[in-house]
DNA sequence: GCATGTGCCTAACATATGTTAGGTTCAATG
DNA sequence: CATTGAACCTAACATATGTTAGGCACATGC
């Protein structure tokens, strides 16, 4: 359902990788920055939908790098439920901090198709030796920590209706900034179970929900394709600021 | 209520900063290197509860550290809702990120009387010339994200008295790290009001859990001092493991 | 010593969301 | 072509939590 076989012949839409295009709307690099960064995604691993990327629990002397599909962050408690902390989708880090914490307390998983790259933790170590570099990764990281704040909020403080369109948005920005999403318009391949599970609500309101943004003639979501007919409306009704993604100040430094 | 005078007085059971006592339980330091972490801790300004520490859209030339008292992390909704992110306790950051990100995308206040140092951004940088304390400020602010994944989970899956007995014992054993917590005992100065910010509950109902807590004698609260009773059960009830504070590993580096 | 405010507590009632159950569609598979 | 399974969709009913309203206790300040 997620990936054609055609898209996957094509990684990215922009010309270098999603990891690149994502750094450079924050910090100025160089040919060669660029290039050792674009590096780490040649030869990813193909993997299907729903396969392990790691486990809470292991200690790996590499890291993942998201090339293309998504793929989730979770958590399962005693009683089975699954809470996702966070969705990742080409340009994502699924563990650098695993380096310093030393051992996951958490899982990944694929959502998607996807292609995902093996980094052996020296070629991270080389790369931040390099200043420019070093100070990506950072905010790199640091903006993953901002969306882990957002969603708090819109877990905690919003209704099922606004927390959805909430996400939306979000992904939308995320999205675009890759180069993955356009007009209003980009591929969402969450069945409702997993929106559900990402904002704490059971499948069957999710759909609810998604009924009535579809009567409501804000949005079209159909086989994995997302498209905002109204977009100013669906900030609006979300409280939604991207301020928190932290891309707006692409001109300075 | 929060401080007593003469708590003001000692700033930290321990007998170095708090801030010292939480980063040596994953790094090795140098007497240097502790000399110059309890440096910052000099000199902090005295603030009353309920204080502005700092404010969503500022860019500050410094950052803050708590060293006594208690803080909170938050973002306001348009309606006026208001949803804690973290608490902050002595040894805390609380904007660490923000010479990297630019601006704040969240507000931070007192919650106590409280004393928080201000800290040049060009302390921090020459402090983190010293690759073991820059390991351990990478180490602080990965475990911060990972206190704020154990929250979605908190908040999306459980329901109020699980995450209210989840945040107990996250707070025990934090506070317990540096040196503000034993025997299952702890200062806890939150209103039920500040609870139900942080949990996406209203006051209302924190009161109503923290009643049924009582009554089942699994804790006591009175007048901002917590004792837990039934650690085990609490622990148990609400499916809380240590792990994600990385602060287990002690004896390895 | 009275007034004021803040936090705590309780009760009656309202509602968003969960639960259970089952039907429909559609792509994948043998 | 029939079968299977996943995802989607819907409905009736259950409940955890929110809302509104007010009383009580205690500390603070005049």
Redesign the interface.
Known sequence: MSLSPASIERPHCGSGSPLVTKLETVAKLTDDDRSALSALCDDPREMGPRRSVIRE?ERPDHIHLMVEGWAA?Y?L??DG???I??FLIPGDFCDL?VT????M??SITTLTRARVAYIPRSKIDALTERPRIA?AF??A??????V??????N????DAFEAIAHLMCELYVRMRNVGLADDHCYELPLTQEELGD???LTPVHVNRVLQRMRADDLISLKSGQLTIHDYRRLEATS?FNA??L?IA?RA?N
């Open positions: 629990g962050r958590k408690l005693p439920a699954r809470q902390t966070a901090h310093i914490l030393g051992e307390d958490h100070k950072w905010w990281t640091l903006v993953d920590e901002a882990l704040r957002a969603w708090i909020v877990i905690g403080r919003r990402a904002l704490g409280g301020n928190y932290h100040q300075e």
